[in-house]
């Protein structure tokens, strides 16, 4: 099954998927890309989206939750025509997988045709005032689309309260583009972008000693002397999960520490 849960900031998108995961029986694992306190949930990453649907006689039903799917996606650098060919593939073998996967977005527009046409049920939560610091004590309400029938169905707030502490109200699905740009508006500064490419270097130094990288070398008259072009320290920086947008200047920072 596919649910699609719609409704803008504060309107309790993640207060109604978090109770339906909460009376979600044990024994039925749940997939999820926040956190979710719950014994029987999971928070896995991209990547791993494929290990879920991968047939397991042993656990005939499993749910997913993804909180803005698209953005999720997009945070391991993904092209939007590869994410709609990845998601579609999924869409079509849940059913198969015995999957009911719900998916958690602001505006429904920002999801693909191909999930809009294939949706279950859709619930439409209400938005709810919201005070400076974007916190209500307002109700939450839903309205709940199935088969072209709707019900409006209420949530006291001290009723959704005891489940606040089960998840994280504040937390943002943010896509790696984002990051980046943020990266480089920092480093705009020469002193910020100094610090950074130093600790960068120091990184590097650090995983040649625990062996995660070694730094080719060359004998010249019978001294050893570092040698290595950007696209080695790019790939360095990519293998301690580091960002090569500033191989250039690690490489010259690199190589003067290594030689002096």
């Known amino acids: 099954m596919l649910t699609g849960i719609y409704g803008y900031c504060g309107s309790g998108k993640n207060?109604?998927?978090?109770?339906?995961?909460?009376?979600?029986?044990?024994?039925?694992?749940?997939?999820?890309?926040?956190?979710?306190?719950?014994?029987?949930?999971?928070?896995?990453?991209?990547?791993?989206?494929?290990?879920?649907?991968?047939?397991?006689?042993?656990i005939p039903i499993k749910k997913m939750i993804t909180d803005e799917a698209y953005s999720w996606f997009e945070s391991r650098g993904s092209g939007q025509s590869d994410i709609n060919t990845f998601l579609s593939y999924l869409m079509f073998q849940s059913r198969k997988r015995g999957l009911n996967w719900?998916?958690?977005?602001?505006?429904?527009?920002?999801?693909?045709?191909?999930?809009?046409?294939?949706?279950?049920?859709?619930?439409?939560?209400?938005?709810?005032?919201?005070?400076?610091s974007g916190d209500s004590k307002e109700d939450f309400g839903y309205w709940l689309l199935k088969n072209n029938?709707?019900?409006?169905?209420?949530?006291?707030?001290?009723?959704?309260?005891?489940?606040f502490e089960l998840y994280e109200t504040k937390e943002v699905v943010i896509p790696i583009e984002f990051k980046e740009m943020q990266l480089k508006m920092k480093?705009?500064?020469?002193?910020?972008?100094?610090?950074?490419?130093?600790?960068?270097?120091?990184?590097?130094?650090?995983?040649?000693?625990?062996?995660?990288?070694?730094?080719?070398?060359k004998i010249i008259k019978d001294e050893i002397?570092?040698?290595?072009?950007?696209?080695?320290?790019?790939?360095?920086l990519m293998k301690i999960e580091e960002d090569g947008s500033y191989a250039s200047n690690v490489k010259v920072r690199l190589l003067e520490k290594l030689n002096s």
């Open 225 to 236: 002397e570092y040698r290595f072009t950007q696209e080695w320290v790019r790939d360095a």
């Open 15 to 58: 207060v109604f998927a978090t109770i339906d995961a909460k009376f979600t029986p044990k024994e039925i694992p749940i997939y999820v890309n926040f956190e979710l306190r719950l014994k029987n949930a999971e928070r896995i990453e991209p990547e791993e989206v494929f290990e879920v649907f991968e047939y397991d006689s042993k």
């Open 149 to 163: 029938r709707k019900k409006h169905v209420t949530i006291k707030y001290e009723k959704a309260k005891p489940f």
């Open 187 to 217: 480093n705009r500064k020469p002193d910020n972008l100094n610090i950074y490419v130093d600790g960068l270097v120091i990184k590097l130094i650090e995983a040649s000693k625990k062996k995660r990288i070694v730094f080719p070398t």
């Open 102 to 132: 719900m998916s958690i977005a602001q505006l429904r527009a920002s999801l693909d045709l191909r999930w809009r046409g294939m949706e279950d049920r859709i619930v439409l939560a209400e938005e709810r005032n919201l005070d400076i």
